[in-house]
């Protein structure tokens, strides 16, 4: 851990050995909040079953309850008590799951999970994640887990345990230390509308990759008035510095947050996500980076063009939505 362990904001960030694994299984059936890393960001758990313990993420992140949360579960057999499952959606769980992969899907009748995670819809989005940390805690907690990212709703994703700790480090009982999130974006979200598959949210699983699963017509949600899926508000994903998209040259005080080998020499302060241009370091690297240019003296953070092509599609969705705000183009 690299901050200095006797700081109180970071004491709550215990490794996830067996036994803060169990004392973390404890603390979720008592209804408390517990963070803990997946293979895509750090995510703020709670007993998916549990009225209280959902409406404790909605407080602790200060959370639209329009806004729904995903459900993890250890299996796709555990997700089927849960959810209805057509042929292409069970086709696209067995070849993405256990993986940074979400399915919108109808509830079934007579569901225990609380009317909140699903804000009121009859579908509610599930996946099962590989993360060693949060596969570990599902298969002693036996229930499933509401859990979106660990940060305040609408600012920068957490993918450190000292991200979570410090926003959130008093409303959760224990932050688990773990494997890093190596995407380093949010799953991709998609459900099957008629004879098409959407995609609400992009990720690391591409348009590219569930056409050739599928064969079928695969579109992007459009933004609306309330989300059908996490991820899907205007303004979301955002630091506290304004960021400037596709920015080409600096003005005077910016940070720049570049990609590739060709920006500004002059730069005084700079991030790269990816000096060889490759796309998914950029996405592992897309967070972090932009927590550590937020706390420096920079008035404002650029951002270098990022292809819009494969995971980039996922990055500039992330980037557009964490600019929207404001003060930065009056466009919310």
Known sequence: MSPNDKNPTYEKIMPAVPANLNLASKYLLQGKLVSFPTETVYGLGADATNDQAVA??????????????????SSLAEAEKYVEFDMISRRM?????????????????GSILSPLVSAGLDTVAVRVPEHPVI?????????????????????LSPTRPEHVAETLSAKVAMILEGPPCRNGIESTIAQV???????????????????????????YYEDGENPAAPGQLK????????????????YPGEALLAFGSFYPKDVQIL????????????????????????????????????PNKAIGIAINDRLTRAAAIPEVNNDD
């Open 135 to 155: 596969t570990g805690l599902l298969q002693l907690f036996k229930y499933p887990i509401a859990a979106p990212s660990a940060n305040i709703s609408g600012k």
């Open 193 to 219: 509308v008629g004879s098409e598959i959407r995609i609400l949210r992009p990720g690391s699983i591409t348009k590219g990759k569930i056409e050739e699963l599928t064969g079928l017509r695969v579109t």
């Open 235 to 250: 303004s979301h994903y955002a630091p506290n510095k304004k960021i400037r998209l596709n920015a080409v040259t600096l």
């Open 271 to 306: 991030k790269n996500l990816s000096t060889k241009g490759s796309l998914l370091e950029a996405a592992s690297n897309l967070f972090s980076m932009l927590h550590e240019l937020d706390n420096t003296d920079c008035t404002a953070i650029a951002v270098s063009p990022i």
């Open 56 to 73: 404790r993420i909605f407080a602790a992140k200060q959370r639209p309850d329009f806004n729904p949360l995903i459900i993890h579960l």
């Open 93 to 109: 769980a067995e070849a993405f799951w256990p993986g940074p992969f979400t399915l919108v899907l109808k509830k079934k009748p």
